[in-house]
């Protein structure tokens, strides 16, 4: 299994333009989430979804979109980039709700100029 | 809400000795608590996950203790070596959507 999957490593975007994060898993785990990590800090929630066609809002979430059609995939969608966004931003699934672990991707580091 | 706080933020220690990392929350009504390792750069490596029931989890030189009822946990490190440096979060599952609440971190350095 690769586990969970994230592209682009890296992207520098100008101010105002728009881009999708992708994230994939081949767990076949229901639970999916995005997070940002800004420097010093720990992780916060922007989006989860529980399965396919289910998403809803974490602590931060404006600014950015979701989509979950399948189960395998929960791209992210940053439109108008502010400098705000500068970030690094973190992919992780989840079986289900039950006693089990949630796994991380490697991150998409995003710098807004 | 649920906060998470990690103490020391910043952590030296020679090789071999054993250290203690604490992460404490301010809402006991969680379903679970997962310790997870950063190296710079990467993402996040699961070490130990203890369900709310349990007061302890075992691997290899690291062991987690969980006592809910005074919202602490602490992460227990034997015999340091220079490859656990690295930075240590703790993160709380309220069992809402199994969604996590983060600590900001303890950076651990071990020196030779």
């Known amino acids: 299994n690769a586990g969970v999957t994230q592209t682009p490593k890296f992207r520098i975007l100008k101010i105002g333009q728009s881009m999708t994060l992708q994230c994939a898993q081949d767990?076949?785990?229901?639970?999916m989430y995005w997070y940002r990590q800004d420097p010093g800090m720990g992780l916060k929630l922007i989006y989860y979804?529980?399965?396919?066609?289910?998403?809803d809002k974490g602590e931060v979430p404006n600014g950015y979109n979701v989509s979950r059609s399948t189960t395998e995939d929960f791209p992210l969608r940053l439109e108008l980039a502010a400098p705000s966004q500068t970030s690094v931003y973190f992919c992780?699934?989840?079986?289900?709700?039950?006693?089990?672990?949630?796994?991380f991707g490697p991150g998409t580091r995003l710098t807004v100029l | 809400k649920q906060e998470v706080t990690q103490i020391p933020a910043a952590l030296s220690v020679p090789e071999g000795e054993n250290l203690v990392l604490n992460c404490s929350f301010t809402?006991?009504?969680?379903?679970?608590l997962q310790w997870f390792r950063q190296d710079p750069g990467k993402g996040l490596t699961s070490l130990l996950l203890?369900?709310?029931?349990?007061r302890e989890q075992t691997s290899g030189r690291l062991n987690a203790s969980l006592d809910k009822s005074s919202g602490r946990s602490t992460l227990y490190i034997a015999a340091s070596q220079p490859g656990d440096s690295a930075t240590y979060l703790c993160?709380?599952?309220?069992?809402?959507?199994?969604?996590?609440?983060f600590g900001t971190g303890t950076r651990l350095q071990v020196t030779l």
């Open positions: 992780a699934s989840r079986r289900d709700s039950s006693y089990n672990e949630q796994f």
């Open positions: 203890i369900q709310s029931s349990q």
């Open positions: 809402d006991s009504a969680i379903y679970n």
């Open positions: 767990m076949n785990h229901n639970y």
């Open positions: 979804s529980v399965g396919a066609g289910i998403t």
């Open positions: 993160a709380v599952d309220t069992g809402t959507a199994s969604k996590l609440t």
